[in-house]
């Protein structure tokens, strides 16, 4: 992911300006991916419970925008991101460029500020830098020493680009704070701190984070996840509400036809109208995700519930 760690590099004076809490671990991921050093699973938890606690952020303005885009494109750079169906080198740079474009169009909405800063379009300048990082990564081969150079020369400019930024930053109004709001005093929570996403109902269970914490003894517990198939005939449940269970196997399912019709199915009652209670282990997530057929999607318990209880009337509304 040497290529990713580059970009990484030129989005970390944006995390210094912002004061971010993952510009320490981003950082760690880049030494990891430039051969300096190891990605510990710490940083992995931390950057993707970073994530999750700033969730799905539609305000393109916000900081925590910006951050949560960083702290993903490092956890992709670190091999423990979502699957993707091209390389990981070209999503990162892809979405380099997003991440510079959206900067870009926010300060070009203050024009008078922007015309006054001579702010360039950082979309452009990052277009640039990728081909330079190209040609340092083709001439490896002949000149190991080649890219240890090309990140030399982005960790000098980092300090020019940091003043740049701030005075962007100051344009936009932008202020340090948590994924959880304003007063948010990530990754430390305060008591009050009822907003925290450590203190949310729903949390989980297949998250890199989640995932890696059960690799260090945390306890597994049920969760629960909807299963489109793609796949499925007009006469065939097309979606699965399931329950897994701490051992990894089905507790319950919910299927639905396409007219709305419900089949419930337990350990109790393995099979019903044609629906049967899985007898083998659920695929790991990541697993689930590479299949084509299906889309995946965790869900809470307490969906679960609502759906388990249409189901027993037969129909899904009822």
Known sequence: MTSGALCLMRLLPLLEVLESPVRHPVDEVI??????GEITDGVLISLDEFCEAVGPLQDFAHPAFFEQSVASMALTAAGAGEVQSFSADARL????VGVWSTLTRLVNEHTRAAASLGVADFAEL????????????????????????RADQLASAAAAMTAELSKVSAVLGWRPSGPCGRLCTWPICESSASNCMRRRAFRPQQTPAARLRRKHGAESRPWYFVSINFLAADDEPFEFVT???RDGYELRKVAQHMDGRLVCVDRDHRVRGGVELGTERVPSWTELEADDDLHVEETSAEFFERRWQEGLTGFIGH
């Open 93 to 96: 740079s892809e979405q380099a």
């Open 126 to 149: 990052e277009r640039s830098a990728q081909r330079e990082d190209e040609c340092a990564l083709v001439s490896r081969e002949r000149d190991p020493m080649a890219v240890i150079r």
């Open 31 to 36: 030494r990891g991916c430039l051969g300096s």
């Open 243 to 245: 329950e897994i269970g």
